[in-house]
């Protein structure tokens, strides 16, 4: 659900009327994807669309990984990683490495370029049976591609070649890019991202589904929760809550706001808050318009940029993400002494206490000028994140076309590829790199 606080006082209501017709042009353009970028709308669908055969292989390929591998490499960069690394912290936990269980760990790796980092995860994996998901649409991103070769090269060094074709997954294009060329003719098992699905559209895909049934969520789940909410969001009116979450973010932006700032009180949300900052991020910020997706992760922040969100300059909003009740409930145990005097908090769970500050916080952020939304989840099972996830995917959509932008392209993620091509000598980039080197001189 989507509820506001206050709104009134920070909005001209009722906005509903003016922005309903406007709306429901932008949710017929999903529907029937004759939008700009239309051709990327499949997610819409997938949920009730999907491919039952490759499902049941992402199944069986995650089942024989569990059986023969003690770690998964996941090697992706942006829409070809931070989904599948939010939907496990948050489910599995942020400390699902270090957990006992019966899954083998994960190692997100190709989603940038420190050598310590791939060092690190090189050492993890060298005493260990481990698997490789190498992700990536195009097939020829250069981050994941030259981490690949190095997880390649040491799960060929420890199993030669033929054990590693057993190990090895690619998520690709169907049959397109160098990685899709490379798996056929090494006999790699291939999963698809299908052609209408962009990157940061794709996490109910394979790019997300076998890595997050690896780590043991309920995929299926996972899927029929996110088809819950594409039957909601079917329905072109305000009783969709991606048409009331798109209708106030977007007057908020109207009346001046440039920030969004997504809170939540669970460690366990920080990646779903990442890949909801790409997804919002990269959809609507082009053509010098969009807001700025920014979180904050409570009430840890509350201690740092609390006070910029109470005092500093009004910049912003605040969406925050209420996960319904947590799965362990500890109580604040009794102490006779009560040196710290916390003894009228006795007896009390965790989750009353967040609650207590929860509210607490949007009474004082909203006194300070912050207008507040909330977005609540009944639960935190795979099929509420579905739920979740498509929510914000739709509201994602519908408010890239309020904007009048194109929700689904990335035009500006290509300047600094075109200039890193240049200064590493790439066949192709000469007569650029001659202009930058000079520049970089001064
Ligand atoms: O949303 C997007 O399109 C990007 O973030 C891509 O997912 C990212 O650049 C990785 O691309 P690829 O999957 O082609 O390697």
Not at 50 to 58: G, K, N, S
Not at 98 to 119: C, E, H, Q
Not at 174 to 200: C, H, I, N
Request: hydrophobic share 40%.
């Amino acid at each position: 659900d989507v509820k506001s606080f206050q709104l009134q006082s920070f909005l001209p209501l009722p906005y509903e009327e003016v922005l309903a017709p406007r709306l429901k042009r932008a949710h017929e353009k999903l529907q029937s994807g004759s939008g700009a970028g239309g051709e990327f709308t499949g997610w819409v669908h997938l949920p009730r669309d999907y491919d039952r055969e490759e499902f049941a292989r992402i199944q069986a390929a995650a089942s024989r990984i569990r059986a023969n591998s003690q770690a998964l490499v996941v090697i992706g960069i942006g829409g070809s990683y931070l989904g599948a690394r939010g939907v496990i912290d948050c489910l599995r936990s942020p400390n699902y490495n270090l957990k006992r269980k019966d899954t083998p760990n994960i190692y997100f790796v190709g989603n940038g370029l420190s050598s310590d980092a791939m060092g690190e995860v090189l050492d993890l994996v060298a005493d260990v049976d481990f698997s490789v998901n190498v992700i990536s649409k195009s097939g020829t991103t250069t981050e994941p591609a030259v981490a690949f070769r190095f997880f390649r090269a040491a799960l060929e060094k420890k199993y030669g070649r033929e054990g590693a074709r057993e190990r090895i997954y690619a998520t690709t294009d169907k049959a397109r890019g160098a990685l899709k060329s490379l798996a056929d003719s090494e006999g790699w098992e291939t999963f698809v991202v299908p052609d209408d699905v962009g990157g940061r559209y794709s996490v109910l895909t394979a790019v997300g589904l076998l890595p997050i049934a690896v780590a043991g969520v309920d995929i299926t789940a996972l899927m029929q929760g996110a088809a819950e909410m594409m039957e909601t969001c079917t329905e072109a009116s305000f009783r969709c809550p991606a048409w009331r979450y798109a209708a106030i973010r977007y007057e908020l932006y109207r009346a001046g706001r440039s920030i969004e700032l997504l809170a939540c009180y669970d460690p366990a949300f920080r990646f779903m808050a990442e890949w909801w900052k790409q997804l919002f991020g990269e959809s609507e910020g082009k053509e010098g318009k969009g807001l700025f997706p920014a979180s904050v992760e409570f009430t840890a922040d509350l201690h740092s940029m609390g006070q910029y969100i109470q005092e500093g300059k009004r910049l912003m909003f605040e969406t925050v993400v209420r996960l319904g009740p947590s799965d362990r409930q500890l109580t604040v145990p009794a102490d006779e002494a009560d040196g710290d005097g916390l003894n009228f908090l006795a007896g009390k769970s965790l989750d009353f206490i967040r609650d207590r500050a929860m509210e607490g916080t949007l009474l004082a952020h909203t006194e300070g000028g912050v207008p507040n939304l909330i977005v609540e989840t009944s639960g935190r099972t795979p099929a509420d994140l579905g739920q979740l996830i498509y929510f914000f995917e739709y509201a994602c959509g519908l408010s890239g076309y309020l904007l009048d932008v194109n929700p689904f392209d990335q035009p500006g993620v290509e300047a600094y590829k075109k200039n890193m091509f240049a200064l590493l000598g790439k066949p192709g980039y000469e007569d650029r790199r001659a202009q930058l080197e000079s520049k970089l001189e001064g």
